[in-house]
């Protein structure tokens, strides 16, 4: 039986010494819930420290991004040969953020899904409609094409290493708006046809997680949701007693 998936993206928060004590807490946690397979993505300056902190778990280590080239000149860039040095294990790619204030587009993140595969990463590949997109209907193209072209020439075999997480634009941040149970159903839906279509049979293997304004409140029903393989939780999770509480309700849908 797979394991639920349970993490969080740190994005721009937490000092070193905030994230060395709040890794210390989640250690405790994960070893106390054996079902969920934890996984945390800090930011890159906090990665080694992180590394060391969940050493000796079962815990996941993820980075926010990566460059696509080994080495160049590219200021101010993540080579994947750093983070396989550290021993990352996931790249998080084309969050939403990423997407709207950098101009990340499918195309590059084809090119950064291969090269995270490449170097014995896990790409999660982060695919989402803005509000816009849901008003005027189009959303099930959207996802289809985002997804369509990040996985471009992947192969079949190279398919079972890959993440998705659904994280629509307007239920991410302070003024998100959680989306409905019945939403997110339905767009998982879409998604796993899409997988599907792309890896045959395989492409029931890929884990496809939501993330948007995952709380306390909503985390179960969320949970319980058909091809809801896991949560990418954001700020419910950056405190520890919000995330322990999450943790704890979700021991109950074992």
């Known amino acids: ?5 349970l993490g969080t993206n740190w994005k721009m928060h937490k000092t070193f010494d905030e994230a060395e004590a709040y890794l210390k ?10 079902a969920f397979q934890f996984f945390m993505i800090p930011p890159f300056t906090h990665l080694q420290m992180a590394k060391e902190a969940i050493k000796d778990t079962d815990i996941l280590l993820g980075a926010q991004n990566l ?3 080994e080495e160049g000149n590219y200021t101010g860039e ?26 990340e587009n499918d195309a590059d993140l084809n090119k950064k899904v291969k090269a995270a595969l490449k170097f014995k990463m896990t790409p999660l590949l982060c695919v989402g409609e803005r509000a816009g997109d849901k ?9 289809r094409r985002q997804i369509k072209m990040a996985f471009f020439d992947v192969s079949v075999q190279q398919s ?23 939403y997110v159903e339905y767009v998982h839906e879409i998604i796993r046809e899409q997988l599907l279509e792309l890896f045959g049979e395989n492409g029931n ?3 496809v997680l939501y993330g948007g304004s995952v709380n306390p409140q909503n985390c179960v029903q ?3 949701c058909k091809n809801v393989d896991g949560l990418f939780i954001g700020r419910a999770a950056w405190d520890i007693a919000s995330f322990t509480c999450i943790v704890e309700l979700l021991k109950g849908i074992e």
């Open 67 to 69: 460059h696509w080239e």
């Open 25 to 34: 807490k989640v250690r405790i946690l994960a070893a106390d819930a054996p």
């Open 1 to 5: 039986m797979k394991r639920f998936l």
């Open 78 to 103: 993540i080579s994947p040969v750093w983070l396989q040095e550290i021993g990352v294990q996931i790249a998080e790619l084309g969050h939403s953020e990423r997407r709207q204030y950098y101009n």
């Open 160 to 182: 079972q290493r890959l993440w998705v997480a659904y994280e629509p634009t307007w239920a991410i941040g302070p003024s998100g708006t959680p989306a409905s149970a019945e």
């Open 205 to 207: 293997k890929i884990p």
């Open 222 to 224: 969320l949970a319980n």
């Open 135 to 143: 008003q005027f209907q189009v959303t099930p193209e959207v996802i």
